[in-house]
């Protein structure tokens, strides 16, 4: 068995990161999206004029969820209906915002781990993992709402990346430097390897989102289950179908992100690949953690 104050590190954060993720998707979730029925008939958003001006929509009718969509966006567009400039654009904030999060994760952690005193200190100290899990979902919460309000967004975006780089170095503690290098390094390859796969895909992959937020549902339920019965198969079964899930959620973030997001919601497509990443790296730390054990 593991001990219980590992344990209850690791699920406590397990919780916040995974709560984050939930919280967050209710956001891409208000988004309606075409299906394939639709493309099939030849169905799509209005143009600019149907729904600035009220003209009856061939092709969505007035008052549809669809149309009061693009009613609210018209103005703003989607990422891949927009020119060349502000897609790369976009790309090039979104990435270097997402590049500045995981850097300082990185560096925050790293600091954590090699700086004498520290690690024992923050094992004894439970209060630490709640304070920075739960702030971290108190200024989340905020960035939800001022997602667009500028430079509160990026404010609170650097708040909050400080306050999960703190709660994932207090879970790295837990674990011997080789395991902690070798689960960032398959992560850099599965989130390289999900990016290539999903841009060169033509599969609509938002149908499938439904089903993953229910897989998430299932994580926070069994996430409970681990700490009752302190099971090494269940904690490896768990972080194996942990590691999948958000896997899946990389690839459905990246495609959202490519094709449905508007420019104007870069904070909300950092935070989702940010907490994809992240959560993939640490049920890979768990599967490698069991697994040397073994």
């Known amino acids: 068995m593991r001990p219980l104050r590992q344990t209850s590190f690791c699920s406590v954060s397990n919780f916040g990161l995974i709560f984050a993720s939930l919280l967050f998707r209710f956001k891409m979730a208000t988004i309606p999206l075409m299906s394939d029925q639709d493309l099939e008939e030849g169905l799509g958003l209005p143009d600019y004029d149907d729904a600035t001006k009220g003209n009856k929509s061939k092709r ?3 008052g549809s969820q669809l149309y009061r969509f693009a009613e609210n966006t018209a103005s703003m567009g989607m990422v891949a209906q927009a020119n060349i400039a502000i897609r790369l654009g976009f790309l090039r904030k979104v990435f270097g915002i997402l590049s500045f999060q995981l850097i300082s994760t990185i560096v925050l952690s790293t600091a954590l781990y090699v700086t004498p005193g520290v690690r024992g200190f923050v094992q004894q100290q439970p209060w630490i993992m709640l304070v920075t899990c739960f702030g971290s979902i108190g200024v989340l919460i905020a960035m939800f709402v ?19 780089a703190l ?10 430097v080789e395991i902690v290098i070798q689960a960032a390094v398959l992560t850099a390859v599965a989130v390289t390897g999900l990016f290539i796969f999903t841009l060169q895909s033509k599969r609509d992959f938002q149908k499938h989102y439904a089903l993953l ?8 339920v069994g996430m409970f289950l681990q700490v009752v019965f302190m099971s090494r198969t269940f904690d490896l079964i768990m972080a194996i179908f942990g590691a999948i899930v958000f896997a899946a959620y990389l690839v459905i973030d990246i495609d959202f992100i490519m094709h449905h997001s508007s420019p104007e919601d870069y904070i909300i ?3 989702n690949l940010y907490l994809d990443i992240i959560n993939l790296f640490l049920r890979l730390l768990q599967i490698l953690n069991e697994l040397n054990r073994n």
């Open 269 to 271: 497509a950092c935070i």
């Open 213 to 220: 937020f229910s897989c998430t549902a299932i994580l926070l």
């Open 146 to 164: 001022n997602a667009r309000t500028v430079p509160l967004n990026y404010i609170l975006l650097t708040i909050w990346t400080i306050m999960q």
């Open 60 to 62: 969505a009718p007035r």
């Open 167 to 176: 709660t994932v170095g207090s879970v790295v503690l837990f674990y011997d």
